[in-house]
Structure formats: C-alpha cells, structure tokens
C-alpha cells in the first residue's frame, strides 16, 4: 500500500517499457537493441477527472495505456491505483486480488469491429464479465444486462444481436457497456471514436462524458485527435518518442504551449474556418525511430529552437508554472 | 468564367450483393471547375469514393453504373471504350488512395513503378523516364530522391509512401487529380506537410482536383467549393465559405455543429441522432429524414431535387426555405 | 418531443421484424445459393444413406455367392445385376452399397482423430508461443517429412502379421490419423496466431478472463469455421488413402471395400471391366463430393466475403 495524495486514484512512477528487437541467427535469434516504447513515464490521474495522452502513431500512448493494465509487461516503474501497487498485485498470482484489480480497472478499444468477439451475441458479451467475477447473484444477470444497454443507449432486443448487425457507433456502445459490467472506477479509452464517422462521433464522447459524471468515472483518453482531446479532457499530456514532453491543465496547454513540439501538434490541425490560414508550424522530417533513440533530446532533430544543450543532455520533465509540466531546456521562455 | 472540366450528371452505381442491390451511388450530379479544388465531403457509406471510382470507370465487382452521364471535357466518359479508358486513367485523371502502404506495388522498386506508367503514357525511353521519375519525386520532396528511387515501398515512412503515390499520380501531368482521402492514415504533423505540398503541386501543374474527406477541417483549408453527401446523394453543393458560414441543408448543418472544434473548451456536443442507413434498403423520400430534426411528413415521400438557394448553392432539401429561416434566427440568437 | 418518439418506435419495429441471424446463419444462406456445393452434400448424403442403411437397401446379402451356383460369375449388367458380377458370383452393386460403410467410417473417423490432434496442438502452440510452440511444430514438421504412405504400409504390415485374423477398421483409423494431423495442425496454429492479437482477446484478458476460458469460449469459436473445411478436406485424403491401401491388400480380408473390389477386379479387367470401374467411379464421386463441398464451405464460411 501506498498513500496518494489527496483526490489522486492512479499515479505511475518512472515506467518503462522497452520491447527487445531480434536478429535471427541459424539456431538461435540474439537481441540487437529494443524499442523504447514508453520510457520513464510519470504522473497522477484525480479521481472524476480524464487525463488526455496525446501524440502521434509510435509515440507510445497505446503501449503505456495497456502496460498500465499489464496487458504489457512492464520493464521497470511502478503503478498505484488507490494506494495498491498494481505490478505487485499481478506478479503475485493471487486470483482474487487480481480479479478484484481488474474490476476496478477497464480499457475501451479503438476498434470496435476487432474488440467484440464475432460468434457471440450482445447479451453474451455483456454478460461475460457476470461469469467471470460472479459479484452479483445469476438471477439479476439478465437485469444488470438491459440496465446496461439501455444506459450505453441501445435497446433491449439488441441483446440478443451479433455485433455484425451493428453499426461501428453501435459496436462501441457494446464495447462501453462491457467495460461498466464490472462496475470500473476507472477507464482507459484509447482512441475511442477515431474509427468511428463524424456524425456518430459526438454520440459517443457525449455518453463517455454522461457516464462520467453519473458514476464520478476517472478517464484516460488517448487520442491523437486535438479537437476532441479539447473537449473532454481536464488535463493533457503530449508524448513523442515514449516520453511525456508536456503536461499541463487543458485550457493551459492549448493556449500557451511552451514544448515545440506541442505548439507544432497543435498548430497542425485544420481549423474549421475557411480563409483563416493559419500560422503553421510544419515540422520538418518524421518522428525518428524509436529503436535505440539518441541520448539527448529526442525531439532535437526536428526542433529548429534548439541551442547547444539539446544535443548534450535529456532534458527532464520540469513544473515551469504552476501544474504545468515541459520537459525542455527552453520550457520556461516564450518561444515563437 | 471558369470553364468546367467534369460534370457529373444523375450517376448511378449499384453493387449487386448476396443480400441485396446496394444503391451506393444513387443520382449524384456535381462539376469541377478548371483550376478548381472541389471537397467531396460524406461519412462512410456515402458514396464518395464510389463515384470517383465511377468516373474512372474502375468500379469493382459486383459494382455497376448503372445510368448517368459523365462528361469529362466535353466527352461522356460512359461513352468510350475500355481502350480509349485506359489512355485517360492516369494521363488524364489520376487517382490518389488512401492507404499508401496498400497502393503501392511492394514487390517492385519505386523506380519501376513510376517509369511503368510514365512510359504507359509517353514516348519517353528508359533513360529519359528514369530522368523524369528522380525530377518527380525530388519535387514532392523526397530528400536524396537520386538514391531512394531504388528503394522498396516498406523502406518509406507512411508520409513518405504517400509523396510517392502522389509522384506517380502526377507522372502524365494529369489536368483533374481524385485525392481519395490523401491523409486519414497519417499524423496531424505529416498531414499538414502533405496538404501543403498538394496545394503547392495544385497551382504548379495547374490542375483541378477533386479532395475526398471526411475532416472539414482540411475542407476549409483547401478547397473552394464543397459538396456534401449523404447515404449515396448529394445533399449540399456551395462554395466553401457557404458551407461554413449560410449552410442550409440540415445534415450539413448538423455535421458542422457535432464536429468538435480545437478553439473551443470543454462543453457538450450537439449530436446527430440514430445511424447510418443502410443502402440495401434506404429510407423512402430524403435519405436523411430519419435522423432530421426538420423533418415533415412530405420528407418521406418526396425524393428531393438539388434546388437553387443563390447562384453557386444548391440544396436538396425540400423544405430548405423555411428551415434557413430557422437557422437564420437560431444563428441570430447564438450571437 | 412526442413526433420524435414515434420516429424512434418506428425505426425500432422496423429493425425489431428482421430475426438476428448468427454469423452460421449467413454462412448457411451463401452456401445454399452455391449449386455446386449444394451438389456435394447431396452426394454425400446419398454416400451416408447407403453406409447407414445398406444392409436394407442391397439386393444382395453380403456375401451372397447365389450366381456363382448359377453359373453366372462375371456376368455383364443386367436387371439381375445392375452392375454385373464378379468372379465368385459377388453382386457388384451390393457390394458397392457395403462399401460405403467402411470408406466413410475410415474418412470420417481418421479426419476426426486427427483434427482431435491437431487443434490441440494447434492451439497450444498458437496460444501460448515461445519455447511450447517451437518444440510443437518441431515435432509436427517431422511428420510432414515423414513419407506417410511407405509408413502406413509398415505399420500395417506389422499389424497384419501380429494379429493374424481381421483387424477391424479401428487400427487404419488411428495410424491415418496419426499420420494426418501436422499440416492441419499448422494451420490452426496460424489462425490462433491471429486470433490472440485480436481486441476482443485483449478485452477479456482485461475483464480478468483465464486463459482456458480465452482459448474455448472466444478463439476457438472463430476458428471452428476452419476446422470445419480442414475436416471436409482430410476425410477426401483419407478415403483415398484407405482405397490405396486395402487395393494393395492392407485391410482386413473380412471387410469390403472400394479398393479391394478393384484390387481383385484386376485379373480381368479386359474382360470384365465392370468389376473395377464401378468400385473406382465410387471412389471418385466420394472424393469428388467432398472436394465441392468442402470448397462451397470454404466459400460460405470465409470471414473476409462478409458482404
């Protein structure tokens, strides 16, 4: 056990998260490096709030999320959710502990096609979580199960649908539905309407916000989608390279971004409005590798403020203001 | 008074499926002007990459036009043959996917991908088609395009596949280019580096092009006029500022109020209610009446035309003179 | 408020006539529109009918020699005997219908003995991987080297001499089968490779589900498709090989069969074409019949042509 500080459900301290890459020799593959995918991680999620992990393909905000639930084993660092330390708990084998750990815990997939099990119907799905913690008695199953898909805003005679008769909308409101069955505290929602068409988007993340606040849910949203991270979020952090390079309160870090990178990110989204050109930062290159990346600043290759330190030193995530995190040698100037 | 390089006039195209005749294109008429960016805007299922599969006459099976007119410079391209097809694709309309990894070729180099079809299309030799593939990749940017051209596709970056497809589209300098959404699979930070090279490219080839997407975004930055589809029509046609700012069709209406904005905070979106229907069996009258808040009982039975609201806007709505008395009010209260 | 309500009960009885159909029910619907599939289930079942109830339907008993005592041994087709006679006054016709039995018995029983096998292996090694799966399709690569059939040969070789008198079917069963399994095996290895990456594995491993609960209630399900054409195709093998086998004399004398029929048709073939062309055009239209058939499930299952 650990005490948290106030409000704070989940914190995760310096996680790592390094996939070993393989040469194949004639009998025996030896490892040549490893991906970083997610590289000493830190930060705290409060209770009622969603924390937005925002950053481009490969940047690591997948991996982190899932070795979060240790659908990925971690390399190092720790993760505590509401005081109890979440590696520890599933290293240890004990079934009811684990199974406890998993309940309180849920992730919402991306793809809502791949995430339901095609051979099975609604009510199977929903019901599956029932047989597998067994924490309400056989006889309210059916119950709980139509309170739940009237609640994700499907109807009762969906129950007995395949998901192939569903819409994409559809599937993730299943999806949504079972994530609730074992009553969660708290959910990672990875890019949960990326997939989705425009129109249906705003269904969802207006019920994603609904359930928030009706059973006071705490969130991580993963997205790469600016817009929608601006509209559900409390507080964001920007990834690049399995690093967090900023993180600050929503409103903070798309009005006055101090990293380079997150200035570009977020001068790179189309705005809506025709004839506004706006200033765009277009960054030179792609995001580099993540297989042995450099020792310095990863983001240097591409930053065009960099000054000699960046190619010396790592520059380490700092509170330049007040909760609000930059981890650049630059952070504390107003760049333009 | 630009000239008008396509127009499109009542296509259909249906897929004749196990389940049933899909109408996926069901009486779509639009035009592209010369010089022009036309932004195709639609959800899946509406339709829009079936038509510019159309106008290229490359409609997989079990797809089939079925009726229309395609006039492509004062020719129907419904007209010609499979021959005098193939002389067009490519030289004169490009096509531009949405998966690079998928539309590239991966077990030949880039080098001969692009001199297979410029040769298709010009009398160029090896040598001078070779010379034309490193000039044509140097000028979607590709650095050291001398040395990448022997290159594999798995040994480019997905922003970098996709400058190549965008190369090869333009090998015959083609005057109208369908972009298939050119950027859905890439990063925000890849995106803007390829919609600024397309505009670029746009002016120096001094082409029209056609811009499929889903992302109005990318629809205010680069086009100039938009049309909106819906389950297989076109619902709204106007220039883009219209459809921004004095957009009368409700579906359009409703899309641009349910897409979150980056500018703005934390708040509830306004939703379109229910889903997208299904082309087997679509509803009766306007294809969008189940989910419209406007909707009357006429809405069912009546199949609306595309109606003039000003010069340059159309409309298929039947009752889009009352309900842009509506929206006028409504945007007057807002602000 | 109220006219929106109504829109939503429509929409609903709408949707609500139309029965959910399972994905076994779309597969059912595709493959009943495949004439040719359709054709190689009625074959098989015809194949069935005389295997199950051959004894009422025969003309003649078994081992009936009534046209020998006639004199009419190797007697062309006739009325008597459609399909003519051989030399000890056997009806070849009935002999036919007798030999339906044993060559689905084999087919079928081999197929599933070694489906057994294969999905067992299959799936460990796809589930689990690392060291488990290298040492499983190490294991499985030797029996597809292996040449099955000079194996087959010797083991029922072997057989024949320890046990003397007939052997019953039971014993070409399971060396066919053991024989059979490695390259299907493989195949469910892939599919399970697949299928573990799949989100909704990831989701139940999250909702805290077993492993054994993963591999039998969500992969295994979606791979059964698979087992199901693995299976129509082996049992086609298996009859041939059977027919191969007791047509070189490695099958129990007591039990007739396609092969032997035409193993002993051999000494007169110019003469009495009938005694091996009949036995050997059944063998072609069983393998034939689950050849369509199994091409018309392959068709009809296949995930990818959901449209």
Known sequence: MKELPKNVVLEVEHLKKLFPVFEKGILFSHQTGSIHACD?????????????LVGESGSGKTTLAKTILYLFHPTSGQVFFEGIDVFKTFRSKNKQDILSLRRKMQYIFQDPYSSLNPRMTVADIIMEPYQIHRHIP??????????????????????????????????????????????????????????????????????????????????????????????????????????????????????????????????AVPTSKPGQKSNRIILPGEVPSPINPPLY????????????????????????????YVSCFRGKEKLD | MPRTILKIENLKTYFNTWAGVVQAVDGVSLEVKKGETLGLVGESGSGKTVTSLSVLRIVPRPGK???????????????????????????????????????????????SQLIEVIQQHQKLNKEEAKEKAEILLDIVGIPDAKLRIKDFPHQFSGGMKQRVAIARALSCEPSLLFADEPTTNLDVTIQAQILDLMRDLKSKF????????????????????????????????????????????????????????????????????????????????????????????????????????????LTACLRWDEIKKTLLKERERAA | MSKDHTKKEMTKKAVKTSKPISQWGIAWKRFKKNKAA??????????????IFGPFIAPYPPNDISAFMEGRTREAPSWDHLMGTDYTGHDVFSQIIYGAAPALQVGVGAAVFSMVIAVLVGSIAGYYGGKIDTILMRFSEV??????????????????????????????????????????????RAEFLKL???????????????????????????????????????????????????????????????????????????????QGVFPGLAIVVTVLGFNILGDGLRDALDPRLRE
């Open chain 3, 143 to 188: 029996f597809l080297v292996m040449p099955a059939f000079l194996f087959l040969i010797v083991l029922l070789k072997v057989a024949m001499t320890i046990t003397v008198a007939g052997f019953g079917l039971g014993l070409t069963i399971l060396v066919l089968g053991i024989l059979g399994w490695a390259g299907d095996s493989r195949a469910i």
């Open chain 1, 40 to 52: 000493n991680v830190s930060f705290k999620v409060e209770k009622g709030k969603t924390l937005g």
């Open chain 2, 65 to 111: 036009i079925i009726d229309g007119r395609i006039m492509f410079k004062d020719e129907d391209l419904l007209r010609k043959t499979e021959k005098e097809m193939q002389k067009i694709r490519g030289a004169q309309i490009a096509l531009i996917f949405q998966d690079p990894s998928t539309s590239l070729n991966p077990i030949f180099s880039i080098e």
């Open chain 1, 138 to 267: 056989k006889k309210e199953w059916p119950i709980r199960m139509y309170e739940l898909l009237r609640l994700v805003g499907l109807e009762d005679y969906h129950s007995e649908r395949y998901p192939h008769e569903f819409s994409g909308g559809q599937r993730q409101r299943v999806c949504i539905a079972r994530a609730l069955a074992v009553e969660p505290e708290f959910l990672i929602a990875d890019e949960p309407v990326s997939s989705l068409d425009v129109s249906i988007r705003a269904q969802i993340l207006n019920l994603l916000g609904d359930l928030q606040s009706k059973f006071n849910l705490t969130y991580i949203y993963i997205s790469h989608d600016l817009s929608t991270v601006r509209h559900i979020c409390d507080e964001v952090a920007v990834m690049y390279l399995g690093r967090i390079v900023e993180l600050a309160e929503v409103n903070e870090l798309f009005e006055s971004p101090r990293h380079p990178y997150t200035k570009a990110l977020i001068s």
């Open chain 2, 206 to 313: 001094d082409m029209s092009m056609v811009l499929i997407t889903h992302n109005m975004g990318i629809v205010a930055e680069m086009a100039d006029r938009v049309t909106v589809m819906y389950a297989g029509r076109v619902c709204e046609t106007s220039s883009v500022n219209d459809i921004f700012l004095h957009a009368t069709h409700p579906y359009t209406v409703a899309l641009m109020r349910a897409i979150p904005q980056i500018g703005t905070e934390k708040q509830k979106l306004q939703v379109i209610p229910g889903n997208i229907p299904n082309l087997i069996n679509p509803p009766s009258g306007c294809r969008f009446h189940p989910r419209c808040k406007y909707a009357k009982s006429i809405c069912k039975m009546k199949v609306p035309e595309l109606e003039k609201v000003e010069k340059g806007h």
């Open chain 1, 297 to 324: 600043c990863r983001f240097y290759p591409r930053c065009k403020y960099h000054i000699p330190i960046c190619k010396k030193k790592d520059p380490k995530l700092e509170e330049i203001l007040n909760k609000h």
């Open chain 3, 38 to 51: 359709l054709a190689g289930l009625f074959i098989e079942g015809i194949i069935l009918f005389m295997a």
């Open chain 3, 196 to 274: 573990k990456e799949y989100e909704f594995v990831t989701a139940a491993k999250c909702l805290g589900a077993s492993n054994r609960r993963i591999i039998f209630k969500h992969i295994l399900p979606n791979v059964l498709h698979l087992i199901i054409v693995l299976i129509t195709s082996s049992i086609a093998i298996n009859v041939i090989l059977e027919a191969g086998l007791s047509f070189l004399g490695f099958s129990d004398p007591n039990i007739i069969t396609w092969g032997r029929m035409i193993a002993y048709s051999l000494e007169a073939i110019r003469g009495a074409w009938w």
